[in-house]
């Protein structure tokens, strides 16, 4: 543990070698840890953004935030019952926006593109929604790209993904052909009974597999169910994400204890995987930037205190401990650090992030801007600094370990 | 005060060099004591020894009763602050700090306090009460073997090592360096031991000890 002695005494030498060193180095060093620190930050926030709207777009057109199951305990049960009333109960939990309810029916459809009684069929999950209801939880009225969405009461008419209609585009090994809103497709469910529809729309969300499936309403489906006043599941749509989804949860299980309620997060797993692998190179990026930026100021370094070997060892010689010269440089890089830390923040949150934001990466599932969560901010912070740590420490020591009449006169 | 007993250096490499052969001597203090001899006759080495920056091979340096080559690293930094001061041939100043920093740079590793009054205080005894905030490069060589000089002198050392402080000098410099070290010597009662080739400082000191081949020769006491 170095003395208060020796932190005032290397301080001094630090500063005085920096207001007094070449300016033009100084600011280059400046300049390259500002580059690092801002791709570490960009990196990391173009990944955070990718995986923001991933996430957003499975919960806006899939689970939204929370999803209400049957009963499993003490016995299983196929459906919600008086999902009206449950609903109702839901919606008056503070912080709630809206609930919509769902019937998930297994079904295999049949298109005859060409008319020549050719049909093609194709499994597929239909969702029996309430469409008015549906667009307070779900935005998947705003992937149409033919026709329109359902209407409220319609029976004869179904809404189809990209992926299930075919001829989008979409690399699907398995879809109908090529089916446009206006066409015929026919419908039989897993309890046999067949349906005719008119195909109302066609939607094209790129995320999930919610694009290898259909919508009808759910009075269609409660005629085909024999149900009524009931649902599969129930999507309920908060005005918070995160941490305090948890507090929805307790709610709604006070409301509907014998129920399963699951947060978005557990639901997505399978989207989990990606996640990780942008955590994943989002970690190697950061790793990577790091080093770079460690090598940078240990090169600088080790050049400058090679440069004052005679000055380290004049040091040493009227009494200036090893240690203290070696904290000196410790100072020096660290100055160098925060001041790279400090541009590069300028540079992402003054110049960067607004461009983004006005200017955003536009990507099929939409747009994608910067995001950033305080703790990698700090994270980012941190490693940086211990790179300037690291970086002034290790070159100074091997610098300042020199014999003094080595030093002195080479 | 300073007490040598056999004194020994060798240079390692392919051929060994032995430069101190089993030096002895001692040094009152109070003394201006010159180390003088042929160029190799080891007497910059020997200084080096004396004043800790670097070992010697055998032998003893005894400073008030204290063996001082048998002290850690870190400690023999701290006590070269404490007890020495340094006057080397090239001005050995630190570029980026003032006459005054330069000056008050050991006070503040050893006490912690920017002790500019007394840095002020010493450039003044050295003349150069006019050059405080000027920088190395903008001073003469007299006037930065000068700063030197008073840095050396800001923690009131035992003894004041001086390594050759005139050889870069001009003629009247040199005059103006070794005096200031006389009157240092009998004013203050500095004990001051410098190493030398020109015999015409011999009339400066107040003993001469002269090596040969890594041995003392003779010593000389000038009264």
Partial sequence: MPSLESVKTAFFIAYKSIVKGNRSTSALLIFVLSLSFLELMF????????????????????????????????????????????RRDIEAIPGVIATARHYTLGGSFSYDKEKSGKFKTVSAQIYGIDPDQEKKVSTIADYIIDGKYLDGLSTDEILLGAGLAGGYGLPQPNDLGGVRAGDKVQVA???????????KGVYNVVIGTITNAAFITSKE???????????????????????????????????????????????????????DAFDLISYIVSIISIVVAAITIFVLIYVSAVNKRRQIGILKAIGIKENTIVLSYVFQSLFYAVCGIIVGLVL???????????????????????????????????????????????????????NILKAIWG | MIKVENLKKIYPGKVPTLALNGVSFDIPKGDFAAIMGRSGSGKSTLLHQ?????????????IDGVDVIDLPGAKKAEYRLRNFGYVFQEYALIAEMSALENVYLPALALEGNHDKERAEELLKVVGLSHRLNHYPSELSGGEQQRVAIARSLINNPKILFADEPTANLD?????????????????????????????????????????????????????
């Fill in chain 1, 348 to 402: 992402l949150f003054g110049i960067l992030s607004p461009a983004i934001r006005e200017h955003p990466l536009r990507l099929p599932f939409g747009n994608v801007y910067l995001v950033y969560t305080g703790w990698r901010v700090v994270i980012s912070v941190i490693s940086l600094l211990l790179a300037g740590f690291f970086g002034g420490l290790i070159p100074a020591r091997i610098v300042a370990r020199e």
């Fill in chain 2, 50 to 62: 004396l004043g800790l920056i670097d070992d010697p091979t055998g032998g003893k340096i005894i």
């Fill in chain 1, 189 to 199: 469910y897993s309890n046999g009974i067949v349906r005719s529809y008119t195909v």
């Fill in chain 2, 171 to 223: 003629t009247a410099s040199a005059k103006m360096v070794l005096e200031l070290f006389q009157k240092l010597n009998r004013e203050r009662g500095q004990t001051i031991v410098m190493v030398t080739h020109e015999p015409d400082d011999k009339k400066y000191v107040s003993r001469v000890i002269w090596l040969k081949d890594g041995l003392v020769e003779r010593e000389e006491k000038n009264i």
């Fill in chain 1, 221 to 275: 489906a409660d005629s085909i169910l024999s149900t009524y006043n009931e649902a599969s599941e129930v999507l309920v749509k908060v005005d918070q994400s995160g941490a305090a989804l948890d507090k929805y949860v307790s709610e709604i299980k006070k409301v509907a204890p014998n129920l399963v309620v699951k947060k978005y997060t557990d639901i997505i797993s399978i989207i989990g995987t990606l996640l």
């Fill in chain 1, 43 to 86: 990196i990391t926030g173009i990944l955070g953004g990718l995986t923001n709207g991933i996430v957003q777009t499975v919960v806006n057109t899939s689970t939204s935030h929370i999803e209400i199951m049957p009963q499993e305990e003490p016995t299983v049960k196929n459906y919600i019952e008086h999902q009206e009333e449950l």
